[in-house]
Each structure stands twice: as C-alpha cells, then as structure tokens.
C-alpha cells in the first residue's frame, strides 16, 4: 500500500494505533480530530449502571472513562459493541465479555444474553447521543434501561494545515477510516467545498454497513466495508480493496 494516506478521523489523542497498522502495512497516514473527548461525572448513575445484571458498553472510550470512576474488576459480565470495546474490558479486568461477531449495534441486539430482557434493568455505558438504535430495541422488548453518560464528545477545529495537506494528496490513493457518523460529519462540515467534491472520489473505508450509508450520504461512491472498527481490521479492508482494484486492472 506504498503510495497511500489513511486518513483518521478519530478524536484527538487517539490515532496511534491506526497511525501504526497503516505505518505496518506501507501507507501514510493524516490525523484530522474533528472531535474531543471530555470526562462526565456519572458516578451515581454508574454504580446504577454496573449492577445490573447485564451490562453494555458502547465503545472502548466509555470503558475507559468508566474505569477512571469505578472500579471494573468486579463486573462478572459485559457485552461490547465491537472487538475494541471488548479487548479494553478485558484490559480492565471483567473476566466474561461478550461480543457479536458481527460488530455494530444490530450484532449486539442479537446476542442471546439480550433477547429475554423483559421487566429486567440493562445497564448502558455510553456518551450522550449515539447509539439510538440499541435503546429504543431494548425499551421496545421491556427493559429498564440504565443509562450512565460518562464521556462527551465535543467538536474540534481541524488546523489549516492539516486540511491543506489533506488537499494536496492523491485522492486517488486517499482512504478516509470512518469508525463514527458522527465523527464523518463534523469533518465533512469543516472542509472547503472544493475538497468535499474532491473527497467524493477518494476511498472510504468504513467499519460498518450503517456507516456506508453515512458515507453515500455525503456523496461517497468508493466505499470498503471492514470487519470491525479496529485498525488492523480497517487497514486489511484498504489492502484487499487494493488488491481487488489491482487485479482488475490486470484483467
């Protein structure tokens, strides 16, 4: 993948490990944080949250932002929304952690641990917003949602420089990593239009189907769907992209 930027989206402090797997895998790579993480005070509805006999965490953010309140060591079980978010539970200590194979909300829902929850409380572990989809499915099946809030996301100016150097690449040798809609359109709205037109042609490489519609939304044709959020799984979906493109052009 020599010749190629990936371009990170994720918030600010957290493009190591994309910045490494694309360094690994040949490519360069361009950190734009269009958001900001910011620490909530959740502790009541914390503790509310993690004693419930099902417990979900949203990402590997609010599993670090959680851990920073309450101690995790003594959570018996918590499902996760993705791989990520599972490995940083175990990283936190909760010996028992479920995930779905298939790593996004609808997965989660179809995780046997969450289909008889009727008249019982689930916890969730979560930022404001997002996620919609998993509390209005537990409400509509007769849980008793407990929601504990403990981090933000709040826009970030992209530098200038940063979104010049975006407009000086390749765009045909340019992939944008989308983990979060969210995240997609607080770029999208910062960028000149010049580019935006530009971006339309470039690669996306997304960590979800629900995040491909996201992407056709703001005009994206070229899109990789990855296994996960994860970087080495976002950088294996550029490297088969890049084959496949390869061996048609062989053709």
Known sequence: MRGWTLVSLRP???????????????????????????????????????????VIFSSPAAVRFAARQHPLQDLARALAVGAGTAAALRRAGVTEVLAPSRMDSEGLLALPALAGV?????????APGGRGLIAATLAAR????????????????????????????DIAR????????????AAWTQL????????????????????????RNVGGRHIAVAGSARPRALVDALGAWVLDARSDAIR
């Open 12 to 54: 600010a402090g957290a493009h190591a490990g994309l910045r490494n797997a694309a360094r690994r895998a040949g490519a360069e790579s361009l950190a734009l944080s269009p958001l900001r993480l910011v620490a909530l005070d959740a502790r009541p509805a914390l503790q509310a949250a993690l004693a419930c006999a099902a």
């Open 118 to 126: 009727a008249g019982h409380a689930v916890g969730l572990v979560t």
């Open 142 to 169: 007769g849980a008793r949602l407990v929601r504990a809030e403990v981090y933000r996301r709040e826009p970030a100016a992209i530098p200038a420089a940063r979104i010049d150097r975006l407009a000086r690449a």
């Open 174 to 185: 340019t992939a944008l990593a989308i983990s979060s809609g969210e995240a997609l359109d």
């Open 192 to 215: 000149p239009d010049p580019l935006r037109v530009r971006l339309r042609q470039a690669l996306f490489v997304v960590a979800s189907a629900r995040l491909a519609d996201a992407t």
